[in-house]
């Protein structure tokens, strides 16, 4: 009797063999072809993009799957951004729609994750919920060409980045950030990025890798940076 297994939709569906997941990958051409593990995931910021545009960008890096890391999958700027809207423009251009919004978004319900009003990055991706989250996007990769999408254009200012991917690049994970149709940027250079925005640089005769805990540095102090911080009259939104 064939395995059957879960996929990122959480749908039972036949276990393919690894000779059918690799001649999978072989057939996707282009940018988004993926590395000979398959083990590889995508970012992209929505921005203020036309929701047509938006698709063009997918479609140069072979995206089939959009899964939505926002806490609030809504835009009072960017209505074409809205949930049920690109879900539907994404549909029409043969690219699945996943919001993962209530496991993987910034904003977390879970009060256990905000140490005095703050979202603490260290304390989210131990939750249970985030960890679901996770493991749905691992599960997810060995059969499709996943972007996690948020709102920020630039991958550096998102939670995107500096939380989901690189607890994804912990685990091995290829994580790449697509900035235009053309372009993508790797998590390591973002994170030589951080090293250099907050001067945690290496000196003229320092020819040795960065040490863990200058990147984990710089990770921190993005992170407080842009972490979610509840208002004073309210709670979580």
């Known amino acids: 009797m064939e395995k059957e297994s879960k996929n990122i939709f ?3 569906c036949p276990k393919s063999s690894s000779a059918d997941i ?3 990958r072989k ?11 398959g083990r590889i995931i995508y ?9 047509d545009k938006f698709v063009k960008i997918l479609q140069g890096f072979s995206i089939d799957v959009v899964v939505d890391v926002r806490s609030a999958p809504y835009s009072k700027y960017c209505p074409q951004f809205n949930k ?9 251009s043969g690219i699945k729609y996943l919001f993962l919004g209530k496991e993987l978004g910034a904003r977390p319900t879970d009060q256990s994750c905000y140490v005095d009003a703050i979202v603490s990055f260290d304390e989210l991706k131990l939750s249970e919920c985030f960890q679901r989250g996770i493991s749905r996007l691992l599960d997810g990769i060995e059969k499709h060409n996943i972007a996690i999408m948020c709102s920020e254009k630039d991958p550096i200012n998102c939670h995107r980045a500096i939380l ?6 912990e685990k091995g994970i290829t994580v790449r950030h697509i900035l235009s149709e053309t372009e993508s940027l790797d998590q390591k250079d973002l994170e030589a ?9 290496k000196t003229l005769f320092d020819t040795t890798s960065p040490r863990q805990s ?15 911080k509840e208002t004073v009259q309210g709670g979580v939104i």
């Open 214 to 228: 200058d990147i984990e540095e710089a990770y921190k102090k993005q992170e407080n940076l842009i972490c979610y």
């Open 10 to 12: 959480g749908v039972y």
């Open 193 to 201: 990025m951080l090293l250099k925005k907050f001067k945690i640089e």
């Open 22 to 24: 690799q001649t999978q």
């Open 84 to 92: 049920e809207t690109i879900e539907q423009v994404l549909k029409s």
């Open 27 to 37: 057939t996707r051409g282009g940018k988004g072809m993926r590395d000979c593990n």
């Open 43 to 51: 970012s992209v910021g929505h921005s203020n993009h036309e929701a």
């Open 164 to 169: 989901i991917s690189r607890v994804l690049t």
